[in-house]
């Protein structure tokens, strides 16, 4: 899934980027030095999970709590939903056929929701998901089982939705585009899709192209929850989204801010993860993240009641003494942020000799990074999934260093590439942004590059970043990933095969029949025979310079000192909403 920082970053410096979606991530270890490294995923379910969820320690309602960010998300649509940001605030509006709860001692644990774990058939090619009744949306009527078909169809509909995640149209039957007969959605193939059906009114069978175990985590994603057909406004849908969740919209401004009000038609019974303890939720976006972590850590008036979700800029963390110290929320991530640079219109020589100049160490004090929240790093895969494998760092590619500009000048004038233009967007609205952004064209034209940043505005950058016919060649999203579930297979598979360009998520555009077939082959093992064979792959695609490695993601953000019940969610390295309350 897509890293929410990859807005404000790439924007800032191309440095951060969108990174991909989140399953069960593990926890973090402690180091000597009080700080962290990163444990291995691991996988858990609970099929036998059962609402309502079991109370917080302490918790009592009321109160509205108070969100920070600087990232600006462009869309709550749950069908084009695949940034983590808004993946997190969707668990409080959305409900989907699986979910995961959070427990007190950091484990991600795959629950029903709407529906059961589901069975699969001998073939491995048909599931089937036993649906709860009697849930409703906030205005009282009912979710019935034909609303999930639906939302199912609706997200082949990647032109309308082209942010959304495409597992689907890898592995569900009739989803693939580039064969005859693709279903495309329900706004041109109409609403019958040979991939889905409906049976009686508790089932839900996914029929399949290829065997996809994965199934059941795929499921908790927002793509997944209900939308009734009648109520579905295309582009429209995402300024007042219906509501399964405990809250529904309040107010919505894009790019300022969400309010978010108690949804009176959750039913706790019936949800085995969800709590509605604060009677609202207030995010404010596009606010200056280090502005409003000092205000949290100060926790004066309401700002006692609020959080920031980005990782604490460096400047603050001498502050983390005393009570301030306590107000550290820190945790395990699944992410891995990166640079990537694209492989059609940079040739292999030049990818090499940008990584030679790239200003690793000058981006990273730029932006306050620190080792509460980040872990240089020189692979794809990060430490969390099963299957890591650490390897010596190939030249530039250690996610450390200051640049080589006559190594890298060098290497341009024997490739007869001297000025090569080397183009991306960044966010020109803020000051972090616009120095990264001179921090990096200074190390490139050093280089002997033609450095040609394209500033934009924050609410315009996601979007751009997702354009790949753009005139850029670095930086497109993602630029970073999070494991969708704990496994090599949520990574290659979705970001460097030939499908990826159009899917609207490639790392690199890469376009290779034999890596394809390869890569098929490693996701087809059984997982304890696959697992090791994603290293390999990991060494062979760094050897291709498409991606540059920044640094493996940890979760040290800031919360205010009267907010209750805070937990990391491993499975998007962001704050798990879903269990807070305001202690007094």
């Known amino acids: 899934m897509k890293y929410v920082r990859s807005v404000a970053v790439v924007v800032a410096v191309i440095a951060t980027a969108a990174a991909g979606c989140g399953s069960p991530s593990s926890k973090q270890k402690s180091a000597d030095d009080g700080k962290s490294t990163i444990a291995t995923d691991k996988v858990i379910m609970d099929p036998n999970a059962k609402g309502p969820a079991k109370e917080v320690s302490g918790a009592r309602k009321g109160g509205t709590i108070t969100v920070y960010s600087q990232p600006t998300p462009n869309t709550f649509d749950p069908t084009d939903t695949y940034y983590v940001d808004v993946n997190e605030i969707g668990k409080l509006i959305f409900r989907t056929p699986t979910q995961f709860d959070i427990r007190p001692n950091g484990d991600a644990v795959l629950v029903p929701d709407l529906t059961d774990l589901g069975t699969v058939s001998a073939d491995k090619l048909t599931w089937t998901f036993k649906f709860q009744r009697g849930v409703k949306y906030a205005d009282g009527s009912e979710v019935k089982v034909e609303d999930i078909a639906y939302a199912i169809k609706r997200s082949f509909a990647h032109d309308v939705f082209p942010n959304g995640p495409t597992y689907q149209m890898t592995y569900f039957k009739d989803g693939d585009p580039a064969k005859p007969g693709a279903y495309k959605g329900p706004y041109v193939g109409g609403d019958t899709y040979a991939g889905v059906e409906t049976p009686d009114p508790g089932t839900l069978v996914i029929h399949l192209a290829q065997p996809f175990p994965d199934l059941p985590f795929y499921m908790s994603y927002p793509l997944f929850t209900p939308i009734p057909k009648a109520k579905d406004t295309r582009q429209d849908y995402k300024n007042k989204p219906m509501a399964t969740g405990p809250y529904e919209f309040d107010s919505y401004t894009p790019g300022a801010e969400l309010k978010l009000k108690r949804n009176p038609h959750w039913d706790a019974n ?15 976006f596009g606010e200056q993240d280090v502005k409003t972590q000092q205000q949290v850590l100060n926790s004066n008036g309401a700002d ?20 301030k110290a306590n107000r550290l929320l820190r945790g395990a991530s699944p992410c891995h942020w990166m640079t990537q640079l694209d492989s059609r219109k940079i040739p292999l020589e030049v990818r090499k000799a940008i990584a030679i100049a790239y200003p690793y160490d ?16 020189s692979t794809i895969m990060p430490p969390s999934v099963p299957g890591y494998r650490a390897y010596e760092p190939l030249p530039g590619l ?11 000048k060098k290497m341009l004038t024997d490739a007869g590439k001297l000025n090569f233009e ?17 921090i990096l064209s200074g190390a490139l034209t050093a280089a002997g590059f033609t450095a040609k940043p394209i500033g934009v505005t924050t609410a315009e950058l996601r979007s751009k970043l997702g354009d790949y016919n753009a005139p850029t060649n670095l930086g497109t999203a993602p630029a970073g990933w999070c494991s969708d579930w704990p496994s090599g297979s949520s990574w290659f598979p979705v970001l460097f095969q030939s499908h990826s360009i159009a899917d609207g998520q490639s790392l690199g555009m890469l376009s290779d029949k034999d890596l394809d077939a390869r890569i098929n082959a490693i996701a087809a093992l059984p997982p304890e025979e696959a697992v090791g ?10 050897g291709l310079y498409v991606v540059l490695p920044r640094y493996y993601f940890k979760v040290g953000v800031v919360v205010g000192a009267n907010i209750g019940g805070a937990l990391v969610d491993s499975t998007m390295g962001m704050p798990n909403y879903k269990s807070m309350f305001l202690k007094a």
Do not use: C
């Open 270 to 284: 019936t949800d085995a993860a969800r709590h509605q303890y604060v009677d609202g939720w207030h995010f404010k």
């Open 304 to 323: 006692a009641n609020a959080l920031n979700y980005q990782n604490i800029d460096a400047s603050l963390v001498p502050q983390l003494t005393g009570d």
């Open 362 to 377: 000058q981006l990273w004090k730029a932006n306050g990074y620190n080792d509460y929240g980040q872990q240089a790093s």
């Open 398 to 408: 250690s996610g450390k260093g200051t640049g080589d500009p006559a190594a890298a």
């Open 422 to 438: 080397v183009s991306w967007y960044f966010d020109n609205t803020k000051p972090l942004t616009q120095q990264s952004a001179q």
């Open 533 to 542: 064979k994603w290293a390999d792959i990991d060494r062979e695609i760094m």
